[in-house]
Nanobody, 120 residues
Framework: VQLQASGGGLVQAGGSLRLSCAAS????????MAWYRQAPGKQRDLVAS???????NYEDSLKGRFTISRDNAKNTVYLQMDNLKLEDTAVYLC???????????????WGQGTLVTVSS
């Protein structure tokens, strides 16, 4: 199982970026998917998560600027980031809880991270 994140880059403050993270490999179903971020010298924090049925959860301070969504047919989660601020600069990582077989154990997998840099 692999998670491949993409979409990071350099953007000016006030701009937008859309991150994607696709799961691939041999598995039954991708359950909860989530985005985390880690700024230099800081801990990893949850940005947003979304269940298989589409129920989403956000870090409070990001509500209204960030939107998480997913396409179950593509096993892909997206993070639309609008009105980006300097403090959003971080490595963004995706995580997913994956059932390898039906009704089997769920394991958490991580992508490699994608760097988002917001400039003034």
């Amino acid at each position: 199982v692999q998670l491949q994140a993409s979409g990071g880059g350099l953007v000016q403050a006030g701009g937008s970026l859309r991150l994607s993270c696709a799961a691939s490999g041999n598995f039954f179903q991708v359950d909860k998917m989530a985005w985390y971020r880690q700024a230099p010298g800081k801990q990893r924090d949850l940005v947003a998560s979304i269940t298989y049925s589409g129920q989403s959860n956000y870090e409070d301070s990001l509500k209204g600027r960030f939107t998480i969504s997913r396409d179950n047919a593509k096993n892909t989660v997206y993070l639309q980031m609008d009105n980006l601020k300097l403090e959003d600069t971080a490595v963004y990582l995706c995580g997913a809880d994956i059932q390898r077989v039906k009704s089997g154990l769920t394991l958490t997998f991580w992508g490699q991270g994608t760097l988002v840099t917001v400039s003034s």
